[in-house]
């Protein structure tokens, strides 16, 4: 930030709406010269931050739904676990 101007940026928005100014600038391109490691450890500290308002972290009305059909149907003897390394296998032949 250019001397002077610290603290005359407006706080971030992040409901929904496009906020006005971001406190932080990252661009694609300094992304993309990051190491694997490097982003990583940079999505971890993202989430990390994010994650200290669970308020903020709400779920849509929709998911809420699907987990309770979900849950319905296992109960029911319709769904059954799936291991992750095996869903993965599986969302990655339908995406082809």
Do not use: C, N
């Not at 993309?32 to 308002?53: C, V």
């Not at 669970?54 to 029911?76: I, V, Y």
Request: glycine share 4%.
């Amino acid at each position: 930030m250019p001397p002077g101007k610290q603290g005359a940026h407006r706080q971030a928005r992040f409901d929904g709406q496009r906020p006005e100014r971001y406190p932080v600038r990252m661009s694609a391109l300094a992304i993309e010269k990051m190491s694997w490691d490097e982003k990583l450890r940079a999505m971890e500290q993202l989430w990390e931050s994010l994650s200290r308002d669970e308020a903020r972290l709400k779920s849509p009305p929709w998911h809420e739904e699907a987990l309770r059909e979900t849950a319905a149907l296992h109960d029911a003897g319709k769904e059954q676990p799936i291991d992750w390394d095996a869903a993965k296998r599986e969302l990655r032949k339908r995406a082809e």
